[in-house]
């Protein structure tokens, strides 16, 4: 087999935007997975495995957020598995910390 064959393709999802004085809990980010997330995952991934992650802000723990991923995305992982706090292992808080470093 060759090293083209074993090559896994990768989709990222475009960045949604919050407005500036909008809160995000529970509520709203549960209206854009429903809206926009996991219509685009579906879509996207087909019935391919996917990793979909998330970091341990209070809207993505909560339990509203956590029930409706469980029934609606493929491989549903509690906070139980996501990684520790490290930006080694948990590449959502590497990568979005970048944006933020002036």
Excluded: I
Aim: aromatic share 12%; charged share 20%; net charge positive.
């Amino acid at each position: 087999m060759s090293s083209r064959s074993r090559l896994r393709s990768w989709d990222v999802m475009v960045p949604h935007f919050f407005q500036a004085n909008e809160t995000v809990n529970k509520t709203v980010y549960l209206d854009v997975l429903k809206r926009v997330v996991v219509p685009w995952m579906k879509k996207t991934a087909g019935e391919r495995k996917y990793t979909f992650q998330q970091d341990s802000s209070p809207a993505h723990k909560a339990k509203t957020v956590q029930n409706y991923l469980e029934a609606n995305t493929a491989h549903f992982w509690s906070p139980t598995f996501w990684p520790a706090n490290s930006p080694d292992l948990n590449p959502v808080t590497s990568t979005c910390g970048e944006g933020s470093r002036g």
